[in-house]
């Protein structure tokens, strides 16, 4: 091959080629990288010696033993000559390729290697000196990162700990942490310490910790920091417990003493008292004067534990700690139990010099342990058992169907409409009647059933040995007890409830499957009017698995931006102009495909999500709102809004930060209410309504003459328009029912200055009735159905012939 084609062949590599001669050892081709690494003009390494480039004699000698034939491949680090003088560190490759039988030639790869060395040796010097400092302290330091996992410690730190040889060989956090609890006197303290440490970065704290070997250490902690974020943290650590023993009384007790909250007392050798703390007389309300000279054995052995503390002090001896719980009695004869470590502290040369040590009352705590014992099988407010006592209470029934092939019945009961109790007259009127609750139902079973209670207005009936027929009666029976008034504060009401009904064994054959049936087939009571029962049947499940999908596919769509919105054309009768849109939203998933708002809207408002979908909405409208009054178009926007997302606190804060952020006026978007909305609450509704109006936005009542229609509201809200619904528009025009709603409806808006749309239109034939009734404006599938963004400009605001818009509703 030609030198020509051997630089055709090379020029397109990445990194520095040069072709060497094997028997002259002359450069037949270079590639452009090699010359921009040896800051050479193009083509002027051709013919050159390649030991031209060597920077140092070994080099030299170097290609003397690839001219002698030492090796077909060779890999080295080498210093090459720029033609400034100066020097670059490459990696070099230099490989014998064979062309023919006679022919052959050198193809030399080299890489620049000197921004890699550079960091290379900065990184070894710096931890050299890292490494260095660390060991050069005069405490011992233990470094981790936030999550706890150790990143370096140095030997110091092993001393203090006297670390095991095997923890200092293997890496293993989980057992040098485990070691440093062994080591404490109060591990549960220590731990409890150094958790709250951990849940906050930024802490810095100084502690003082009693080893079980008598070494009282020191630790400072401090968080460590890179670019201004925390990324670690460093323990400092010192012994201290030379310096304590050296210390006067009055040093030694404001350092240790004076700031705990445990009681602690420190002895001489021979166990005389010598202070207390503070915590101390509060504890027992002995002063440290008249604790000075008692021993431990004078203190504790108050409450007939002579015995025990002459055991707990032998064993203090032979160990060096003790830890346990005493009952002692305060100066006022008061019993309190205490929970008491001692521990043996020793000089350099194991004489016994002090002793500690510390306690803290624990009455509170039994005393609660106790109660939490007695309540843990029932429940607080009403006596029954709870799910605990229930679960052994199924699983005893289990037991018992399964040993005589019987069947058993539960019964899940949910109280109708109980929150309102709650919201109306307040939570201890709603427990008195959750009381009374409990009376009634205590009446509908027998001795061997259990009435329990899961929590809130939720109760489970265990009938013991009941088949489908005894677990109807018993559900009859607590609908007439429950529908019986009930009368509190001289107040009468009626509090009904609806019950799911799960057989064992064909309806689950543990509590959870029987419990999921059970409140599954309540769900369904509670769809179809409440106040009844039902029993379980498998294709329940599938409906609440389905709602459950889409809730979750909801969330999932919302979170990561799947909705999205289609316009649908509102059109001026008058003129047969197209003056706004109605925003309508949309949405496909991957695995459903396109859901249905109609099956996806109810589930939201079930589950609450509709206040976060209906927020998208509104801010993407108002977004599209101000995009195409920024081009001049005058188009308005309606939105829907659910009755959930008006009742929010920051409703219209968050329309009018949308609309300045969007830089949008006002009365470019308006909003759609439902007649249920307008209802409740009519004082709060009328507020808000009229904050909307001051805003500039307009409003419109949706669907009207399918809800609660009221003249009053109709007379004081700052409505602009009402929307006939679909369903009145259908049958048109020949239906006469329809016709006479929908002519009362325009009639009754205009007597009230109200315009008039209708919504569904689909034919010629509505529209020319409609027009004959003088309604005002239309929307339906006779002018367009709702299109995407990029369908409706194309169709109604593409600019013509002329630069106007198409906005006309025959466009």
């Not at 030997?155 to 057992?175: C, E, S, V």
């Not at 906050?200 to 009693?210: F, I, K, N, Q, Y």
């Not at 294709?539 to 709602?547: D, H």
């Not at 978007?669 to 009519?682: A, G, P, W």
């Amino acid at each position: 091959m030609k030198t020509i084609h051997w630089q055709a062949l090379i020029e397109g590599m990445l990194e520095a080629v040069l072709l060497v001669d094997p028997i002259q050892l002359h450069i037949l081709a270079a590639n452009r990288a090699a010359h921009e690494l040896l800051m050479l003009p193009p083509h002027t390494l051709n013919d050159r010696p390649v030991v031209d480039l060597a920077a140092a004699p070994e080099d030299v000698y170097f290609w003397e033993d690839v001219a002698a034939g030492l090796s077909d491949n060779i890999f080295s680090e080498t210093l090459l000559q720029r033609a400034d003088g100066s020097t670059v560190q490459v990696e070099r490759q230099v490989t014998l390729v064979r062309l023919g039988m006679d022919t052959s030639l050198y193809v030399v790869a080299i890489r620049d290697h000197s921004d890699q060395r550079k960091v290379e040796n900065e990184l070894e010097k710096l931890i050299a000196e890292l490494r260095a400092t660390l060991e050069s302290t005069a405490d011992g330091i233990l470094v981790t990162d936030l999550d706890g996992a150790i990143r370096s410690y140095n030997h110091l730190f092993a001393k203090l700990w006297n670390l095991p040889d095997d923890l200092l060989t293997q890496r293993d956090d989980g057992a040098i942490y485990a070691w440093m609890d062994k080591c404490m006197v109060d591990a549960s303290h220590y731990s409890e310490r150094l958790g709250s440490i951990n849940r906050s970065p930024l802490m810095e704290a100084t502690d003082v910790l009693v080893l079980r070997s008598g070494k009282i250490l020191e630790r400072v902690t401090l968080p460590q920091y890179a670019r201004g974020r925390p990324i670690g943290r460093v323990y400092s650590y010192r012994d201290i417990t030379q310096r304590l023993a050296d210390e006067a009384r009055l040093q030694l007790a404001a350092k240790v003493f004076e700031s705990s909250t445990d009681a602690i007392f420190i002895t001489d050798s021979a166990q005389r008292i010598i202070t207390t703390n503070p915590s101390f007389e509060r504890l027992s309300s002995y002063t440290e004067k008249e604790m000075m000279g008692l021993t431990p054995s004078d203190f504790f052995s108050k409450e007939g534990n002579a015995d025990v503390v002459k055991k707990l002090l032998e064993e203090l001896e032979l160990k060096g700690y003790w830890e346990g719980e005493l009952w002692n009695r305060r100066k006022n004869g008061h019993a309190y139990l205490c929970m008491i470590s001692l521990v043996r502290v020793q000089d350099e040369i194991g004489h016994t010099v002090h002793y500690i040590g510390f306690f803290k009352d624990r009455t509170e705590n039994h005393t609660a342990k106790q109660k939490i014992e007695e309540l843990a099988f029932s429940d607080v407010l009403t006596g029954l058992p709870n799910r605990l006592l229930l679960a052994e209470r199924i699983k005893q029934s289990i037991t018992f169907s399964s040993r005589n092939n019987s069947s058993f019945a539960l019964l899940f009961l949910d109280l109708d409409h109980f929150k309102q109790i709650n919201d109306s007259l307040g939570h201890p009127f709603g427990d008195r009647v959750l009381i009374e609750v409990t009376e009634r139902l205590k009446r509908c079973i027998r001795q061997v059933d259990t009435a329990a209670r899961l929590g809130g207005d939720e109760f489970v009936l265990l009938l013991h040995q009941a088949d489908a027929s005894g677990a109807e009666i018993c559900a009859r029976r607590v609908l007439q007890e429950l529908n019986a008034p009930f009368t509190l504060d001289t107040m009468n009401f009626t509090v009904t409830c609806s019950i799911g009904i799960a057989l064992y064994p064909v309806d689950g054959s543990n509590m959870d499957d029987l419990i999921k049936n059970a409140d599954s087939a309540m769900y369904h009571v509670k769809e179809r009017g409440r106040s009844d029962f039902r029993f379980y049947q498998r294709q329940m499940n599938i409906g609440l698995l389905s709602r459950m999908k889409i809730d979750h596919a909801m969330r999932q769509a919302l979170e990561h931006n799947r909705f999205r919105l289609h316009y649908q054309p509102l059109v001026n009768l008058e003129n047969d102009e197209v003056f706004g849109v109605e925003a309508l939203i949309r949405w496909h998933d991957a695995d459903m495909g396109e859901v249905s708002p109609a099956q996806f809207i109810p589930i939201a408002e079930e589950t609450g999500v509709i206040v976060a979908i209906g927020n998208w909405v509104m801010k993407t409208a108002i977004r599209q709102a101000a995009i195409w009054h920024g081009r001049g178009e005058k188009l308005s926007i309606s939105v829907n809004v659910s009755a959930l997302q008006f009742q929010q606190t920051g409703f219209i804060e968050d329309i009018a930060n949308a609309l300045q952020e969007a830089g949008l006026p006002p009365d470019r978007i308006e909003l759609e209410l439902t007649e249920s909305i307008l209802i409740r609450d009519v004082e709060e509704t009328l507020k808000k309504l009229q904050a909307l109006a001051e805003l500039g936005v307009k409003m419109s009542i949706d669907d009207f003459g399918t809800g609660y229609s009221s003249l009053s509201y109709l007379k004081r809200f700052p409505i602009s328009k009402l929307k006939i619904d679909r369903s009145f528009v259908m049958h048109l025009p020949d239906d006469e029912s329809d016709i006479a709603i929908v002519t009362a409806i325009i009639s009754l808006a205009h007597a009230l200055k109200l315009r008039v749309i209708a919504e569904g239109v689909e034919n010629a034939e509505q529209r020319a009735l409609l027009q004959t009734l003088r309604c005002d404006e239309l929307q339906g599938f006779l002018y367009s159905p709702a299109l995407g963004i990029d369908e409706f400009e194309e169709r109604y605001l593409t600019p013509i012939g002329d630069g106007t818009k198409r906005i006309s509703a025959n466009s």
